[in-house]
């Protein structure tokens, strides 16, 4: 071999050793980009989960909170509906009540509401009382029913009131405790089940 072709023989290896040398850095290199490529990716990654997440809770937090306010809303407003519609109701109930104690059958209604009292009564002493609106059926009633009756100082909107003293027993046949006790327990059942 000549020195011609030995300088050639060690240039190419030389060459050869550098190119592979070089290819070698670069790959190292470029594994080293990749891995500092994959390690921010699946930092941003997990970051943009974690914002995503945190977006999505806070949206949920403001759609629960809209939604709690319109509920709350809702509820007002149906609550105040039931109360105009059950004032209504009751509104025509009195009405009802009054026009009922202009009839034969409110008489007679409180002619056997004496008798019912009397007979639980059991001969005990005790006081009858009509309203101040039935003055006119006193004597009516007194004959009818054999029993004493007191007018009473309070209007209780119709119907009888007796106490038996010696017993500690109020009778409330009233009108007016009758339509509040009705009122107190009445609850509005709405909707299409209930129509």
């Known amino acids: 071999m000549t020195i011609e072709e030995k300088l050639q023989n060690f240039y190419n290896s030389s060459i050869d050793s550098a190119q592979a040398e070089a290819r070698a850095m670069i790959e190292e290199h470029e594994a080293a980009l990749e891995k500092i490529f994959a390690e921010h990716k699946e930092t941003a990654e997990r970051q943009a989960a974690a914002e995503l997440k945190a977006e999505k809770e806070k949206l949920k937090r403001n759609l629960n909170k809209k939604l709690s306010t319109e509920q709350l809303h809702i509820k007002r407003s149906l609550t105040k509906k039931n109360m105009e519609l059950k004032n209504k109701l009751f509104a025509e109930v009195d009405e009802k009540i009054r026009s009922f104690m202009k009839t034969p059958e409110y008489e007679a209604y409180l002619e056997r509401k004496i ?81």
């Not at 003055?135 to 009756?149: I, N």
């Not at 109020?170 to 009108?175: K, M, P």
């Open 115 to 195: 008798t019912e009292t009397l007979a639980f009564a059991r001969g005990d002493s005790m006081e009858i009382y009509i309203n101040p609106s039935d003055a006119h059926l006193k004597e009516q009633l007194e004959h009818s029913s054999k029993a004493s009756l007191t007018i009473s100082k309070e209007d209780f909107k119709g119907g009888i009131r007796a106490v038996i003293p010696e017993k500690h027993i109020l009778i409330d046949n009233s009108f007016l405790t009758l339509l509040n006790e009705e009122k107190e327990a009445f609850i509005f059942h709405g909707g299409a089940a209930h129509e």
